[in-house]
C-alpha cells in the first residue's frame, strides 16, 4: 500500500498494517493481528488481488477487501470478487468507501461486499 493511502487511513484513525503481495498479507494475517477490512490492488507481483481475495475466502471469510485498480474496465463488467475503488481516487472517496463497507457491515445492513 502506498505511502499516501497508508497516512490517509492513519489520519482517519485506522490502523494499517502493510503488505507487499498477497503471500505476504497472508503471512501477516497468520499472526494475531485484528483485520476488518484489506485494501487490495488488483494486480500485484507474487500473488495478485483476485488470489488473495480467493485464500481469503478459504482461511478468513470474515475479512472484507476493497479492491483498487487502475486497469479499464470494458463495458462496466466489473468481474472482482469485491467491491472496487478505480484509480485515481481522492483520499477522502478512500475513506468514504472503507467507512461505507464497514458501517454497512456492522449494522448488517446489505452487502458489505458490493
Known amino acids: 500500500m ?6 490517509t487511513m492513519k489520519s482517519q484513525g485506522y490502523s494499517v498494517c502493510t503488505a507487499a503481495n ?4 497472508l503471512r501477516l494475517l ?9 485494501v487490495s490492488d488488483v494486480s500485484m507481483p507474487a500473488m495478485d488481488g483476485r488470489e488473495l481475495r480467493a ?8 475479512i472484507l477487501v476493497l ?4 486497469h479499464a474496465v470494458q ?3 466489473v468481474t472482482l470478487p469485491g467491491p472496487v475503488l478505480f484509480k485515481p481516487f481522492s483520499p477522502s472517496a478512500l475513506t468514504a468507501r472503507v ?5 454497512r457491515r456492522a ?3 446489505g452487502d458489505a461486499a458490493s
Open 67 to 70: 479492491f483498487i485498480t487502475g
Open 22 to 25: 498477497g503471500a505476504e498479507a
Open 2 to 7: 502506498s505511502s499516501i493511502l497508508v497516512r
Open 30 to 38: 497468520a499472526k494475531p493481528y485484528p483485520v476488518d477490512l484489506i
Open 107 to 109: 449494522s448488517g445492513n
Open 75 to 77: 463495458g462496466g463488467d
Open 99 to 103: 467507512r461505507d463497507l464497514l458501517s
Open 55 to 62: 485464500e481469503l475466502a478459504k482461511l478468513y471469510p470474515e
